[in-house]
């Protein structure tokens, strides 16, 4: 006689079932088990990836896995990072380093991480060889960098000296960056539309860097302050001055970090007004009478300035202060009217000292110059007549037919440059409407509704 449901396997043997059931067992709670176990290593260590990912920007060969995890599309990145291989690289600029003497750069590098920014003397320059489309250069280099960041990983950051007065492009003193240490293209683009506004503008482009032989990655290329600066401007040779800013680093250097109770109210704001002024090139200037003449007269108009004897419409050339003020607020770039990067050229003609602009990592604006909270800049802006000039400029370069006229002129080397970074960094785009959006917030404080 059958039993109703036999046929379905109801009448299993139950000894095989308690069988299949310690099977599954053995294979469910271990596994379930286990997968507690990673879910708590992972919430317990859930910076892991982040931090990794984020130490990746700092080394050749991994920028690519931060610019895709952050971008804001993805698919674009990912297309980008596989298009790589196969599109146009920037002119190579290969960086030729004894062993030994590259020792002592790692020796510094290292060193330098300690600490929150890295201190720099002449004594830190080595020599090195410098090849670009098959000339030979001889050069000292050292690292550089205000910031540790210019120097975490491997992806360093470099001040070049050439010597014999060779030049790369037009120039014997360089730095080489990582495009990302001023904002990728925002640099490259502050410095066209300085220029375009008749303002003194460094040379600015990128390039593909080899260390012994080694590709670090795409790296900008930036001039540093000299003689050629200003003959490539169309002015005539004066002293480039500043405020000497060691005393300014060597304090962070001292402290490990920002203290305010040392600090007081912005007390490091105010740090100019004790700073020395210094010039680049001091050596050369005070070999001469004559360039000891000018320096001190550039140094002379700073100080008076600064302890406010003279309007700033008496020490700078008004016009040009104040074009370059309204760039700066177009391009979000206030880091560079900030007193430790401002830098002054000394015209003879006019006598009056000119902006040179330099690291303005522009971006979004939250304030424009004439509000700043910052007391050296504050100081412009009690002359009347640099701040007429100031509000026309304003009007001038906040207009929406000028921005897309910058844009438009610009747009075929940007797509070029735009390409190089992205061999890089696949995820980076250059964002046009960050112009535009700052540009809109001039005219709202220039028409309120």
């Not at 500043?242 to 970090?257: A, H, V, Y």
């Not at 550039?298 to 419409?313: K, M, Q, V």
């Amino acid at each position: 006689m059958k039993i109703k449901g036999e046929q379905n396997g109801a009448g299993k043997n139950p000894t095989e079932k308690g069988k299949f059931l310690k099977v599954i067992g053995r294979l469910v709670v271990p596994g379930a088990i286990g997968a507690a176990f990673l879910a708590g290593i992972l919430v317990q260590k859930k910076n892991l990836v982040g931090d990794y990912v984020f130490d990746s920007q700092f080394h050749s060969g991994r920028t690519a896995l931060p610019s895709v995890w952050y971008a804001q599309d993805t698919g674009a990145a990912i297309k980008n990072w596989l298009a790589a291989p196969f599109r146009d690289r920037p002119p190579a600029v290969y960086v030729h380093i004894k062993h030994k003497n590259f020792q002592k750069l790692k020796f510094k590098q290292a060193q330098a991480m300690e600490g929150p920014v890295m201190m720099t003397s002449p004594a830190d320059f080595v020599p090195a060889q410098l090849e670009y489309k098959g000339r030979m250069m001889r050069a000292d280099i050292r690292l550089k960098g205000d910031w540790t960041e210019h120097i975490h990983g491997n992806k360093w950051s470099y001040r070049v000296k050439l010597k014999d007065e060779a030049t790369l492009h037009g120039t014997r003193v360089f730095s080489l960056h990582a495009p990302r240490h001023r904002n990728h293209l925002m640099e490259w683009l502050l410095h066209a539309a300085l220029r375009r506004e008749g303002l003194i503008a460094l040379r600015y482009r990128f390039h593909e860097l080899f260390v012994n032989g080694e590709s670090f990655g795409i790296y900008a290329f930036e001039e540093h302050f000299g003689k050629r600066l200003i003959e490539n401007n169309g002015r005539r040779e004066g002293p480039i001055v500043k405020f000497d800013e060691s005393d300014f680093w060597q304090q962070f250097s001292d402290l490990g970090k920002w203290k305010e109770h040392f600090y007081g109210d912005g007390r490091s704001h105010m740090d100019f007004q004790s700073s020395l002024i210094d010039s680049f090139g001091t050596t050369r200037l005070m070999a001469t009478p004559e360039g000891r003449e000018a320096f001190a007269k550039a140094a002379t108009l700073l100080e008076a300035f600064r302890s406010e004897d003279l309007p700033a419409s008496k020490v700078f050339d008004a016009q040009q202060m104040a074009a370059y003020f309204a760039v700066v607020d177009l391009f979000g770039a206030w880091h560079a009217a900030r007193w430790h990067n401002c830098r002054f050229y000394l015209n003879p003609i006019s006598g009056k000292l000119e902006p040179v602009a330099f690291d303005g990592n522009g971006g979004p604006t939250s304030y424009l110059s004439y509000a700043s909270k910052f007391p050296f800049t504050k100081l412009f802006f009690k002359d009347a007549q640099l701040a007429r000039h100031y509000t026309a400029s304003l009007e001038k370069i906040s207009k929406v037919e000028y921005v897309e006229a910058l844009l438009q002129d610009i747009a075929p080397e940007l797509s070029t440059n735009e390409s190089y970074i992205q061999l890089d960094e696949p995820g980076y785009t250059f964002e046009p409407d960050v112009l535009r959006e700052n540009a809109r917030l001039i005219r709202e404080v220039l028409q309120p509704h």
